[in-house]
């Protein structure tokens, strides 16, 4: 399994590409799926920065890789306050379409094979899973 620890700045996003596209080239992830698995762990770290850390240097986003055949899956963690996913409000539905923010839970969900958002006062970590062939 492949780390990589970051700071909770956004300026840290391009080192977290980086990393991410070394990852999906040793996995020989298809061009199709590397899109998804980019945009989507984008949304997370980003979420992880912004929400989890609170944009402050001191606290970490950490990263995990872990390939198998035909499958690659990651996990973001922060040691952020937490939230109830299940209240994230769909941002395809009524009010909350054209509001400019609040994808990332639905954009993960909608990208990815499999994922899931373990949540507590302790912090977040986010499982996303994306399989091919």
Request: proline share 5%.
């Amino acid at each position: 399994m492949e780390h990589l620890l970051i700071p909770g700045r956004l300026e840290e996003l391009e080192q977290v590409h980086e990393w991410t596209n070394r990852q999906l080239e040793r996995a020989h992830v298809p061009d199709d799926i590397r899109h998804n698995a980019l945009l989507a762990l984008s949304e997370c770290v980003t979420n992880a920065i912004r929400h989890g850390c609170k944009e402050c240097r001191t606290s970490k986003v950490k990263l995990e890789c872990k390939i198998t055949d035909h499958e690659i899956t990651f996990i973001v963690r922060d040691r952020g306050a937490g939230f109830a996913p299940e209240l994230v409000p769909d941002p395809t539905n009524g009010p909350y379409l054209h509001r400019p923010g609040g994808r990332g839970v639905y954009l993960l969900k909608a990208l990815s094979n499999e994922s899931s958002i373990e949540s507590s006062h302790e912090g977040t970590s986010v499982t996303f899973r994306f399989r091919w062939k």
